[in-house]
């Protein structure tokens, strides 16, 4: 009998469930920093998009496991099911496909970044995966006292969250190693936040910022500047995409195989004029296997309710409130055994107290086109009249 992990994708906006003391300063001081891995190099490469993952990943396990494990950005550059290469650059979409297709992370030394950058033909195994990854602001631009106390909070407990911004020398101040972008400039860079510090003061920027308060920012262009950290201020404009990405290690291979619909991460919604919208999903398979858990990507704040049919026989039903960000793995109450052309149904409801609810959808992107299988993915606004999707609802089965 085959095991097997059933993952929906969905998103998250943002995160408001942690309720700890956040200090007024973490991390501040680059010679005696806590739990954060050694600052790379991505050299001249436009490959930051990957270094940032890979450095908050490090930071988990630290985190997690009290191990410095080194993973591979040159994995996620070249084998992402969005077929970038070293030259083409990427954005935290690209690196959340790949880690959502379970690829890896993989260890440094397995795929290391050397020139001709290659990768190897067959994938090394995963040291582990990111079983949950936290989106913490849907807008572009400055973030909220909100985003920045989740943020801090993300950082306390997993060690590090990747952010973009524009970086330029405009705004760069190499006496203090400090950097302020009042304007809301797209971003053009990826780097991790390990630290912060609520009293750093606006003196320190080449352009005061309207307060105190500043982020220590780990970089990966080596450590000839600074050790390789810089601050920039909690009021910069260009800051964007601030994602948190777990870490879990494997003891064991848990999955060797992925049945899906899709391959990227979901980019686009569906909507009603409602608060609630129901979503079905129907699989076929030619084996045997059993389903362990789900994996959920929402929109927006949900309560979700799941259900899952085995030949139109419910099978096990899960109730969860979402108020935090990213895709979150949940494990059914009893595994569900699946045989040859059995046929699996997840019907799932999406409630939220924003004006329409949403249900998250693979769109075309660069370089891959979105296709979706008749007879598979359905919407409803009350689970009597569906309609077929043109796109796919983000969903795959991870098999063993």
């Known amino acids: 009998m085959k095991q097997l992990f059933l993952i929906i994708f969905i998103f998250f906006s943002y995160i408001n469930v942690f309720g700890q003391y956040i200090p007024e300063a973490y991390n501040t001081d680059v010679n005696n920093l806590y739990e954060v891995s050694p600052v790379?190099?991505?050299?001249?490469?436009?490959?930051?998009w990957a270094f940032a993952p890979c450095a908050s990943m490090e930071a988990c396990?630290?985190?997690?496991?009290?191990?410095?494990?080194?993973?591979?950005?040159?994995n996620i550059v070249n084998k992402n099911p969005l077929g970038t290469n070293i030259e083409s650059g990427g954005n935290c979409y690209i690196a959340m496909s790949y880690l959502f297709n379970l690829l890896g992370p993989v260890e440094e030394k397995d795929d290391?970044?050397?020139?001709?950058?290659?990768?190897?033909?067959?994938?090394?195994a995963p040291l582990g995966y990111s079983e949950n990854v936290y989106i913490l602001s849907d807008n572009n631009g400055k973030l909220s006292e909100k985003e920045r106390k989740n943020i801090k909070m993300c950082v306390g407990i997993y060690g590090g969250v990747a952010i973009s911004y524009c970086d330029t020398d405009e705004y760069y101040s190499n006496d203090m190693i400090s950097y302020y972008c009042p304007k809301e400039y797209n971003s053009n860079h990826q780097v991790v936040i390990i630290g912060w510090d609520d009293n750093y003061s606006r003196n320190n920027?080449?352009?005061?910022?309207?307060?105190?308060?500043?982020?220590?920012?780990?970089?990966?262009?080596?450590?000839?500047?600074?050790k390789g950290f810089v601050w920039i201020s909690y009021y910069?404009?260009?800051?964007?995409?601030?994602v948190c990405y777990t870490f879990t290690r494997i003891d064991k291979v848990p999955y060797n195989?992925?049945?899906?619909?899709?391959?990227?991460?979901?980019?686009?919604?569906?909507?009603?004029?409602?608060?609630?919208?129901?979503?079905?999903?129907?699989?076929?398979?030619?084996?045997?296997?059993?389903?362990?858990?789900?994996?959920?990507?929402?929109?927006?704040d949900n309560n979700i309710t799941i259900k899952v049919f085995v030949n139109d026989k419910e099978?096990?039903?899960?109730?969860?409130?979402?108020?935090?960000?990213?895709?979150?793995?949940?494990?059914?109450?009893?595994?569900?055994?699946?045989?040859?052309?059995?046929?699996?149904?997840?019907?799932?409801?999406?409630?939220?107290?924003?004006?329409?609810?949403k249900i998250p959808i693979e769109i075309n992107q660069e370089n891959y086109?979105?296709?979706?299988?008749?007879?598979?993915?359905?919407?409803s606004p009350n689970n009597k009249f569906w309609k077929e999707t043109k796109n796919n609802i983000g969903c795959g089965l991870l098999v063993k």
Request: aromatic fraction near 14%; include cysteine.
């Open 205 to 226: 920027f080449k352009n005061k910022p309207p307060y105190d308060g500043a982020f220590l920012i780990k970089g990966s262009w080596g450590t000839e500047i600074n």
């Open 61 to 74: 396990a630290l985190k997690r496991y009290g191990q410095n494990y080194t993973f591979s950005p040159l």
């Open 315 to 357: 099978a096990d039903t899960i109730t969860k409130d979402y108020t935090s960000p990213g895709f979150r793995t949940v494990y059914l109450n009893n595994p569900i055994k699946v045989n040859f052309n059995d046929t699996v149904t997840l019907l799932l409801l999406y409630k939220t107290e924003e004006p329409k609810a």
């Open 112 to 124: 290391p970044y050397t020139p001709p950058f290659k990768s190897p033909y067959i994938n090394p």
């Open 236 to 242: 910069d404009a260009s800051i964007d995409n601030p």
């Open 40 to 48: 790379r190099n991505q050299k001249e490469l436009g490959t930051c």
């Open 257 to 300: 195989n992925i049945i899906s619909y899709i391959k990227t991460n979901c980019l686009g919604s569906i909507s009603y004029n409602t608060q609630e919208i129901y979503g079905k999903i129907i699989f076929k398979e030619h084996k045997n296997y059993t389903i362990e858990a789900i994996k959920l990507f929402l929109a927006q």
């Open 369 to 379: 086109i979105a296709t979706c299988i008749p007879g598979t993915n359905y919407i």
